[in-house]
Every structure is written in C-alpha cells, then in structure tokens.
C-alpha cells in the first residue's frame, strides 16, 4: 500500500518542479537583463569633478572609449591609473546598466595639490652638505604637465629649472622634457674644480606595460680648472646622446618586494676640445627581487660598463663607498670599465605602501659587495675583485630609504655608513 503512495508523491514533486522550471523560463523571457547573454558595451563614460584636469587626460588613461566591450579586469585596471596619477587624490567609478547590452561608466575623481615645495637637504661624500629648495607645478595646464625646479648650494652650487609632459601625442604614449642647469663643485676625485652648465631634450615611449625606451640628447659645457696649478682652465664643450631600453615590474619603486628592473643604456659623447675628440660607452643592469617567507626580501643586482675609448676624466668610474662598494675607501677603485654585484637581504619590520611607489617603514638588512674598475686598454682579468659586506638598519620615510650600516672589508677594515636611499 505504501508504493503507490510514494509514487503519487514522486510523480507530485516533478509537476511542480517542471511548472516551477516554466516559470522560470517565462521570467528569463520576459526579463531583458536575465535574457542577456551577449557582452556589454560601453554607450557612454561621464566623469566629474575634474575642474582643473582636461577631461582628454582623463580618457587615455583609460584604455578604452564608448563603443568598446566593457571588462571588469580592464576598468580595475583604470581605476588603478587613474589613482596613480599623481594630482588626483580619490577616484570612484559606478556601472550603470541603461538597456540591455549596455552600460554606461560615472567616473568621479578628486583633484589633489597642484604645488608642491620643500627643503632641500641632503649630505653625500662627494660633495658634503647640500641645501636649498626644490619646488614643482603639477598637473601645469591641466594636462599632467610638470614645472619644476631646484637650487641648493653648499659645496656644491646648482641650478636647475624644467618641464616634461608625460604623454605629449595622446595614444602614443610619447613622453618630453625639457631642461637646463648650471652647477659649480669641486671635483672630488681628483684636484679639479669644474662649472659646468647645458639643457637636455628627453624622450620615453612605453612599448608595453613594463617595457620603455629612452632618449636624451644634452648639450654641456664644461669649464676645469686645476687646484694649486698656474696652468690656464680648461674650456670644453661636450654634447652627447644617450638611448636606452628600460624593463621594470617592479611592484614598489622605492621597497620592492618582487619584480625585476633591467636597463641597457647607450652614450655617445663628442668633445670639442682636448686630447679626447669622442667617446662612446654604454651601461648594463639587471635587478631583481623575491621575498622568502620568513626570512624577508631579496634583492640582487648586478651591473657593467664597457667601453673601447678612454673616457673623460668626470665619465670615468669611481667605485668605493655607500653607492658602489661599502666598506672600501671611497673613490679607490678607478678605471674606464667596470663590473659591481650586490646582494642583500633585507627584512621589513613595518612597511606601509603609499602611492606611486613610494612607502613609509623600518626595517634591517645584511648585504655582501663586489666589484672592480680597469682601464680601456685592460681587461676584467687585469683588475683586482673587491668585495666587503656588513648589516644594517634602514628607515623609510616616503622617497627617502636612510640607511645605517657598518661594513668590513679585507683590504680596508670597519666602516661605518650612512645614505639617503636604496642603490638599487
């Protein structure tokens, strides 16, 4: 008797799942939105609150225009840009569906500060104290223009004044800059003292995301006259010019945790005066990073200069000291080539990501040194490797990576370090 009790049951639950299943299909129907199962499209893109900023700025930002399929991936992807930028303080975007197949983007933004000064204060070895003032215009035009300057004095003077537009012929990506300078130290390598002044033309291009090539062409002249010489200063003219390729997927630019920065850089120098008539060399560099659970960040680089000329006397390399080899006195290491390896392992006990790169954090780190310098007409072989290494603890603050270090080398003992940022 309970059979067909279950089988009335049964035959019960499948009609009302199948009027259900109707149903359902009756709603999809009669529902534009659950009917639905092409792309959507772009109809329009509004954006707001750009009181400054020209809205064409704004767009090739985007990587996308009215009429393109909408992609989730690809307005994150904007959204990140966008918030990059850096005279833009908030961004928010909102999907409005208008009609099927279609969607319509609400950008709202927040302008940031367009001026922004400060102190200028820095010491290195080569030239002691530094100070002064250093000051740019964002966003100049509202066309993410740049206006900037800088003058600081010490036992270095220097003038410098600016402007690049980061993307000057809308969808090419082509950067510009223009620049000039004046500055006057005491060469402190060798008993010189030089003035120098000239302006530069750069160009950038992205090729892809990660992937730039550079060009720069500068016109200098230098004056050098000898310290303790009667002998009459020496008047040079030197333009040059440089082109480069530059790779960087480097996640921070100032902490990276992960990521590579490899860059080959070219020069071409003709001087007008002097023993040299001409000289060319060119640079090679290969960063990377990855962090070790538990052990922190490493971070490795190796670097090289090659050249078949001799250079003149301020191109030449000068290895030894807090940006090349710690722990191996200063500007001891000299040739027209040179090789210089690093490997550090830095640990973070904070660090806080901030925009464009940049962060605030503490951290220490133990590293290892190597590297060497020859003349042109030497090889690698005929050069003596030096190496050296030591712990320190670094502080970041923004742009600013300060670091303390003691040192030991074989050849020149303990040491201790002080610098005001990351050499690579």
Not at 78 to 104: C, H, K, M, T
Request: net charge negative; with cysteine.
């Amino acid at each position: 008797m309970k059979a067909p009790f279950f089988s009335r049951l049964t035959a019960s639950i499948l009609l009302c799942a199948s009027f259900l299943l109707a149903d359902a299909g009756v709603a999809a129907a009669q529902n534009p939105f659950l009917k639905e199962q092409a792309p959507r499209v772009i109809k329009e893109i509004q954006i707001t609150g750009n009181t400054t900023t020209k809205e064409y700025v704004l767009r090739r930002e985007l990587g996308f225009q009215e009429g393109d399929v909408y992609d989730d991936d690809a307005l994150n992807d904007a959204w990140y840009r966008l918030e990059q930028l850096n005279f833009i303080a908030y961004v928010d975007i909102q999907v409005e569906r208008s009609a099927p197949g279609e969607v319509i983007l609400k950008i709202q933004i927040e302008e940031d500060n367009r001026f922004d000064w400060r102190p200028y204060l820095r010491w290195e070895r080569r030239f002691d104290w530094l100070y002064g003032l250093s000051g740019q215009m964002i966003n100049f035009r509202g066309r993410a223009e740049t206006l900037w300057a800088r003058a600081y004095a010490g036992h270095k003077q220097h003038l410098s004044l600016g402007w690049q537009n980061p993307w000057i012929l809308g969808r090419t990506h082509l950067g510009v800059g223009v620049s000039g300078y004046y500055e006057r130290y005491r060469f402190v390598y060798l008993p010189f003292r030089l003035e120098d002044a000239g302006g530069s033309l750069d160009l950038w291009h992205d090729l892809t995301k990660n992937l730039q090539v550079t060009g720069n062409y500068t016109y200098r002249g230098l004056t050098i006259s000898e310290s303790g010489s009667s002998l009459a200063d020496q008047s040079i003219s030197d333009p040059y010019l440089k082109a480069g390729l530059d790779y960087d997927s480097r996640d921070l630019r100032y902490y990276p945790s992960h990521g590579v920065h490899a860059s080959a850089l070219a020069t071409l120098g003709a001087v007008g005066s002097g023993d040299l008539s001409s000289y060319s060399y060119f640079d090679l560099s290969l960063a990377g990073y990855q962090a070790l659970p538990y052990l922190g960040i490493l971070a490795s680089r190796v670097s090289y200069r090659g050249t078949g000329d001799s250079l003149p006397v301020y191109e030449r390399s000068y290895l030894g000291g807090p940006d090349t080899i710690r722990g191996v006195d200063f500007s001891s290491v000299r040739g027209d080539e040179n090789f210089l390896a690093t490997i550090e392992l830095r640990r973070p006990v904070f660090l806080v990501p901030l925009r464009e790169g940049r962060a605030v954090g503490l951290g220490f780190h133990a590293f290892v040194d190597w590297g060497t310098a020859w003349e042109a007409a030497q090889s690698i072989s005929d050069a003596k490797m030096r190496h050296s290494g030591g712990i320190g603890l670094h502080l970041n603050l923004n742009t600013y990576n300060l670091r303390f270090e003691w040192a030991f080398s074989d050849h020149d003992g303990n040491s201790f370090i002080f610098a005001d940022r990351f050499t690579f």
